[in-house]
């Protein structure tokens, strides 16, 4: 099949179907006006896979015996991975001053023992977010170092569905245009000039940062672990309302008690939990855990 191959028009019966399956596998609503944007994703795919018409590669992708993979280049050209480098400062503020808060209650409750924060980003893209989170974590270490003299062990995994984005986020390798919102002090500190306007976020806060492949609808064993602060920014926008409570069910139950749950503005509308109780802060939707 050349690449100069026209896409037959899709009736609405068909797109309602492929949104239903899209929305099954991976959560992504597309609304009738994503239409084209979902013909182009599906061309290229049956481009490369040899499809002359939608109604076989639905027939292919529906079907147990599809492999991972299949599924994964067709959702790597539907999802949107946009991200940035301090992208919510409201957010991240929070997550500073509820980690430096944590950190003081766990020196204090065992002075002597070494002491952990576990943060988790669902939906971590290209891996701006994780080490955006893990520089703060180090900054406030920073802070708890010269008052007094400690400081906590802590790690940051982000997971996405996306293999590509993942690809990139464990490189972490960024184009200077891409440090554009990250303080001249900041990258200077935690990040390593390469040629031709490259830069590397360094090997220190590298190793404090996971990336692991998932789909938050089939989360797994995985991730067994418990966080305390679990942030979900931009993810959940795509998804609709019933399989956003859902999601964050699953979410809740990875949260350890007293922990903190942030989430976008406008990704969620209202969360229906009686563990959960909102957290006074007018710039950010943001919850803790109360079984402490
Ligand atoms: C718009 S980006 C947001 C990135 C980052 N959280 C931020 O706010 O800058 C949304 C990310 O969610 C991921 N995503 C979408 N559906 C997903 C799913 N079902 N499971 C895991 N990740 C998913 C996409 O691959 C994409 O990288």
Partial sequence: MSASFNMPEMESEEFVLWQALLEKQTGLWL?????????????RHMIEKGFT????????LNTDSVSILDWASLTDSLTVNETCFYRETHSLNLVSSYCRNMALEKFQAAPDSPQH????????????????????????????????????????SGIDISYPALAVAREGIYAARQLDFVPTTTKNMY???????YFQIKDSIRQRCCFIQSNILELDAKLKQNYDVIYCQNVLI???????????????????????LVLGHGEVTSINSDVLTRVDNKHCLAYLRKDK
Avoid at 191 to 197: G, Y
């Fill in 31 to 43: 609304p009738e006006s994503r239409k084209a944007f979902l013909i182009t994703a599906l061309s």
């Fill in 53 to 60: 018409n939608y109604n076989e590669l639905y027939l292919k």
């Fill in 117 to 156: 924060l576990q943060i988790w980003s669902v939906g971590c893209s290209t891996g701006e977010e994780v080490y955006t989170l893990a520089i703060e974590m180090d900054k406030l270490n920073l802070g708890l170092k010269d008052s007094c003299e400690k400081e906590i062990y802590f790690g940051v």
């Fill in 191 to 197: 990040f390593n000039r390469l040629a031709d306007e």
């Fill in 238 to 260: 795509y998804f609709k309302q019933d399989r956003k409570q859902a999601v964050i069910e699953q979410l809740v139950e990875r949260l350890k008690p007293g922990g903190l």
